[in-house]
């Protein structure tokens, strides 16, 4: 079996005030998994680059896998970053690029070339633009819906996974009143005329047009949300964090959200768990 984990950690898991209660909490979480991550995506490892990564390399030891160089989000100041760690008793890495087409995504994107299991397999890991719809999709076309199906290259079994800021195609539509009017351009499609539309899904079905599949679609039972625990003017529940699959060597036996106390208190997005044989 091999597990796929994505959590977006908010801030890298300090607080303002410097505290690191949540990034203690977060390790805790994420080491009680059993069985643990074969692969990790880590979205908004903040100021994990100070000291030489020391947070991040923390992280790996304390989970008993490998770090990879991450990517630095092209806008902002600088202290942001994407990450992917994987456990080298069961995967090794064939090829890595960090950070794929930099300077054309808010964020970055991440691809490892794997053996995982005995299976080639394609792994991506990003953090999608939360600036607009538009934003999103743009960046879903450069490469992400490339590898949705057989690229030259490129293994035939792949998994996709992160804070993809977009909403699930099973979400249904939001209460639009409990957000706050000036959040909606973020999230709503933006008309040609300047008004908004219901929630931009336009990246997603891009996606699974282009042949990723959500494993939600082949579970009997919906997993939870991953977002709408956390700031009182965004209360309601979403699906924002992903895993895509693709190809006949990726078959997923479970996938969920890890909905706890303790995940709800450490993070403002909670982690997504994929197993697969």
């Given at each position: ?36 991550p ?29 770090a ?24 090794k ?93 973020r ?16 990246a ?40 895509l ?33």
């Amino acid at each position: 079996m091999s597990r796929y984990v994505t959590y977006n950690v908010f801030n890298g898991g300090i607080d303002a005030d410097g505290s690191e209660h949540r990034r203690k909490e977060q390790i805790q979480i994420l080491a009680s998994l059993d069985p643990a991550p074969t692969v990790l995506v880590i979205q908004e490892a903040t100021g994990w680059h100070r000291d030489g990564w020391r947070r991040l390399h923390e992280l790996a030891y304390a989970l008993g896998m490998v770090a990879l160089h991450p990517v630095t989000s092209h806008i902002g100041d600088g202290e942001n970053a994407t990450a992917l760690l994987y456990r080298p008793s069961t995967a090794k890495v064939i090829a890595y690029t960090p950070g794929v087409g930099i300077g054309k995504f808010h964020h970055g994107l991440l691809r490892a070339r794997m053996e995982i299991d005995g299976r080639d397999v394609l792994v991506l890991g990003t953090h999608l633009s939360p600036a607009n719809g538009a934003a999103r999709l743009a960046e879903v076309g450069l490469w992400m819906s490339d590898y949705g199906g057989s690229f030259p290259g490129m293994p035939d079994n792949a998994v996709f996974m992160g804070d993809f800021n977009i909403q699930s195609i099973h979400d249904p539509e939001q209460d639009w009143a409990t957000v706050p009017v000036n959040l909606h351009p973020r999230y709503r499609a933006v008309r040609s005329d300047g008004t908004l539309g219901e929630a931009d899904r336009a990246a997603m079905r891009v996606l699974l047009d282009a042949g990723w599949t959500d494993p939600d679609d082949l579970m009997s039972t919906p997993r939870a949300a991953t977002v709408g625990h956390w700031y009182k003017n965004e209360p309601t529940p979403l699906h924002l964090d992903h895993a895509l699959i693709r190809g006949p060597g990726i078959r997923p036996t479970a996938y969920w959200t890890l909905d706890t106390k303790a995940t709800r208190a450490a993070s403002d997005h909670l982690p997504v768990i994929l197993d697969t044989h």
